[in-house]
Structures are given as structure tokens and as C-alpha cells.
């Protein structure tokens, strides 16, 4: 599958804990966003890395959530000290290059906090 | 502030009709616009996209038109398919200025194409 790969599917947390959301994005693809999907809304855009670097990280709150797309390995977005409100679906997709080019997304991790 | 609208939560067409789905924005930098398409439990699939500098693109069944003095879109698929039942979700971009590439994402809107 050369698709965007995210894992895990589906993550529970306790409230307090640590959330970690892996993506691979597709083969040739260097350039990664993240976002997320509040029930009943459409996807909102929370960052954009290329390789080693973050590029763009204004949607993401401004505490608890960290970003990273090591040179070698996957993208994780990581979220400490989780809250009720973090429950959502977070998505990731890659593109070619920046610019006109579509992204590609994966299907998501759930996040469900107890 | 909702950047990019879709103002029909829901959508029913019968199967061989054309489905039209529409989108408003409001930013005037957006210079890129794509409609996905989303399954439940699954991530969204790219179905189409339009520069600017165009007022028509058409792939397949499906062909996307921006009006830029109406900040409007629209998705059109002809002849409409019991699978294309989905939500469609369209985003927006400002590749120009911003150089992030980052998408805008519309509510979505839920099409049901009846048999």
C-alpha cells in the first residue's frame, strides 16, 4: 500500500496521559500536514512540516501538542496531559511539493479519552 | 470564522441525476480550491481540484466550476452513482501568498444517491 499511513487506528487515553499519532506519508512525498476532525465539523488545519523542519504550526494550540517529522522515521504528533476535549479523529496527509498539488490523506487516528 | 462555507449539510439526488454540490469563501487570496470526497472511518480522497486561473476543470463524471466574482464553487457529478454516497468535503487554499499550502476545509456536505 503506497498510501498515507497513519497508526494507530484507534487510541484511548485516560485523562493525564500522553497521546502519539504516527504518519508515513506517501513514497516521494516530503511535505506533511496534520489535521483534525471535531465530531459534526469539517477538518482543521493544525500543522505543516517537511522533513526536520516545521514550517507552519499556527493551528495548533499553543500548549500540550508538539509536532515532528524526523529525518528519518514517520511524523508523530504527540499530546500530552490529554483532556475530554482532545477526543477527535486526526488526520494526516502529504503532498509532492507545496503549492498547487493535492494532498493525500490517510484514515486517521481516534482519539477517545476517558 | 468560517472561511470556506458549504451551506447544505445534506444533499439527496436520484441515481442518473447530476448531483450539484456548492461552496462559498470569503477570503479573496484563495487561489487553489479541491473537493474531497469522505466514507465514514475512512480518510478523505482526493476527487478534484481548480486553480484560479481557471473557471472549469472536468475530470471523468465529475467537473468543478469557480465563479471568482461570486467567491463561489461548485462540484458537479453527472450521471450520479450509488456509490458516490458520501460526505464532500471542499477546501480552499492560498498558495501565493502563504507559500504553506495549508487547506481551509468546509462543514461537508452528506450526499445520498438513491437507487
Known amino acids: 500500500n503506497a498510501g498515507v499511513m497513519q497508526n494507530p487506528r484507534h487510541l484511548v487515553r485516560r485523562r493525564g496521559q500522553e497521546a502519539r499519532l504516527r504518519c508515513s506519508p506517501m513514497k516521494g512525498h516530503s511535505h506533511v500536514y496534520w489535521y483534525r476532525q471535531l465530531p459534526e465539523e469539517g477538518l482543521k488545519f493544525m500543522v505543516y512540516?517537511?522533513?526536520?523542519?516545521?514550517?507552519?504550526e499556527s493551528g495548533m494550540p499553543k500548549e500540550r501538542f508538539s509536532a515532528e517529522f524526523p529525518k528519518e522515521g514517520p511524523s508523530i504528533l504527540r499530546i500530552q496531559q490529554v483532556v475530554r476535549g482532545d477526543s477527535a479523529a486526526y488526520f494526516c496527509?502529504?503532498?509532492?511539493?507545496?503549492?498547487?498539488?493535492?494532498?493525500?490523506f490517510g484514515d486517521g487516528t481516534r482519539l477517545s479519552i476517558l | 470564522d468560517q472561511q470556506v462555507k458549504q451551506n447544505s449539510p445534506s444533499l439527496s439526488v436520484q441515481e442518473g441525476r447530476i448531483s450539484i454540490l456548492n461552496c462559498d469563501y470569503t477570503n479573496s487570496m484563495f487561489d487553489y480550491f479541491l473537493w474531497y470526497k469522505k466514507y465514514p472511518a475512512e480518510g478523505p480522497t482526493f476527487l478534484i481540484s481548480i486553480s484560479s486561473i481557471k473557471d472549469k476543470n472536468e475530470d471523468g463524471r465529475f467537473t468543478v466550476f469557480l465563479n471568482k466574482s461570486a467567491k463561489h464553487l461548485s462540484l458537479h457529478i453527472v450521471p450520479s452513482q450509488p456509490g458516490d454516497s458520501a460526505v464532500y468535503f471542499c477546501a480552499a487554499s492560498d498558495v501565493g501568498s502563504s507559500n504553506t499550502g495549508k487547506l481551509i476545509f468546509g462543514q461537508g456536505t452528506t450526499l445520498q444517491v438513491k437507487p
Open positions: 512540516l517537511q522533513k526536520e523542519n516545521i514550517i507552519d
Open positions: 496527509a502529504s503532498s509532492r511539493q507545496e503549492g498547487n498539488q493535492p494532498q493525500h
